[in-house]
């Protein structure tokens, strides 16, 4: 093949003189993609996100632009599928973003590798109807020391997700290198979900890598705060107490937070253009 057919046939080489060539997204995924650590009232499910956010841009530049979101919090890569795949793939999706797993690999004893594989399942699906399919590794944790131990296999598991995106001519939205948001400033206080920095930048990056322009900009945080050691300590305390210990008490008891959790956007539905322009 040559490169001008190879350039022709993958999917991240759009051209971007005209506006985008999509219509319908619809997004998949657990709490990350559904947008948890970014409240807002007058958003569906009360969470705004990245999800949200690029849609709104991709609304603001063509006339019939709808949007579904079957995210679920707390859910692992096999209810995903189980749950989103079929209703999504339903919906006739141009573009599809996909990012699962992410539960699955922060869990002891789970295997990447095996992860990986169902992961690759759903994007065979997902790309066999030949919309465009974005998927999203994982950050980079070594930032934070609480998930610092699964550093190692969240980028066993990005590799995996590069090469299946390499198979099956996705795009890759790489949050492993947005160093931007590799601050806790940019991280809600469960240290877990992002917050609307972090979203934000999230959407900047999907943006990115769909070679859509766009006018959002970067956010920066406030300085980070300077405490004595034992301000600290008593924060990781609350922290353990409000939020660690829960996350702890779910998992022994087989429970997930998305639980009698419906899609905040089970419809494609059109995007206010206005939206775009809250940030």
Same mark, same amino acid.
């Given at each position: 093949m040559s490169p001008e057919s190879e350039q022709q046939h993958r999917t991240p080489f759009v051209p971007n003189d005209d506006p985008h060539p999509w219509r319908r997204l619809v997004a998949l995924g657990d709490s990350f993609t559904e947008g948890i650590g970014d409240p807002s009232p007058g958003s569906p499910g009360g969470n705004r996100g990245w999800a949200d956010r690029v849609a709104e841009v991709?609304?603001?530049?063509?006339d019939d632009f709808a949007y579904a979101n079957l995210a679920v919090r707390g859910k692992l890569i096999e209810q995903i599928i189980a749950d989103q795949v079929e209703p999504a793939l339903a919906l006739n999706p141009d573009l599809i973003t996909f990012c699962a797993g992410g539960n699955d690999v922060i869990r002891p004893g789970t295997d990447p590798d095996e992860i990986a594989a169902r992961f690759e399942d759903a994007v065979i699906? +997902?790309?066999? /109807?030949?919309a465009t399919v974005v998927v999203i590794t994982g950050i980079d944790v070594a930032f934070t020391p609480v998930f610092r131990p699964f550093r190692g296999k969240i980028a066993i598991y990005n590799e995996n997700?590069?090469?299946?995106?390499? =198979?099956? %001519?996705?795009?890759?939205?790489?949050?492993?290198?947005?160093? #931007?948001?590799?601050?806790?400033?940019?991280?809600?206080? %469960? =240290? +877990?979900? +992002?917050?609307p920095l972090g979203h934000h930048e999230v959407a900047r990056m999907v943006l990115r890598a769909l070679n859509v322009p766009n006018t959002l900009t970067p956010m920066q945080p406030e300085p980070i705060a300077r405490l004595s050691w034992r301000q600290a300590r008593s924060n990781d305390? @609350?922290?353990? =107490?409000? !939020?660690? @210990?829960?996350? @702890?008490?779910?998992?022994? =008891? !087989?429970? /997930? /937070?998305?639980? !009698? @959790? /419906?899609?905040?956007?089970? #419809?494609?539905?059109?995007?206010?253009? #206005?939206?775009?322009?809250? %940030?």
């Amino acid at each position: 093949m040559s490169p001008e057919s190879e350039q022709q046939h993958r999917t991240p080489f759009v051209p971007n003189d005209d506006p985008h060539p999509w219509r319908r997204l619809v997004a998949l995924g657990d709490s990350f993609t559904e947008g948890i650590g970014d409240p807002s009232p007058g958003s569906p499910g009360g969470n705004r996100g990245w999800a949200d956010r690029v849609a709104e841009v991709l609304a603001a530049s063509v006339d019939d632009f709808a949007y579904a979101n079957l995210a679920v919090r707390g859910k692992l890569i096999e209810q995903i599928i189980a749950d989103q795949v079929e209703p999504a793939l339903a919906l006739n999706p141009d573009l599809i973003t996909f990012c699962a797993g992410g539960n699955d690999v922060i869990r002891p004893g789970t295997d990447p590798d095996e992860i990986a594989a169902r992961f690759e399942d759903a994007v065979i699906r +997902l790309s066999s /109807s030949g919309a465009t399919v974005v998927v999203i590794t994982g950050i980079d944790v070594a930032f934070t020391p609480v998930f610092r131990p699964f550093r190692g296999k969240i980028a066993i598991y990005n590799e995996n997700v590069r090469a299946v995106a390499e =198979r099956y %001519d996705c795009i890759v939205a790489d949050q492993w290198a947005l160093k #931007e948001i590799q601050d806790p400033r940019f991280f809600a206080d %469960d =240290r +877990l979900h +992002l917050n609307p920095l972090g979203h934000h930048e999230v959407a900047r990056m999907v943006l990115r890598a769909l070679n859509v322009p766009n006018t959002l900009t970067p956010m920066q945080p406030e300085p980070i705060a300077r405490l004595s050691w034992r301000q600290a300590r008593s924060n990781d305390l @609350v922290w353990a =107490r409000t !939020h660690l @210990v829960p996350w @702890v008490l779910r998992r022994l =008891r !087989h429970q /997930s /937070s998305g639980d !009698h @959790v /419906s899609a905040k956007r089970p #419809e494609p539905l059109p995007v206010a253009i #206005e939206d775009a322009s809250q %940030d």
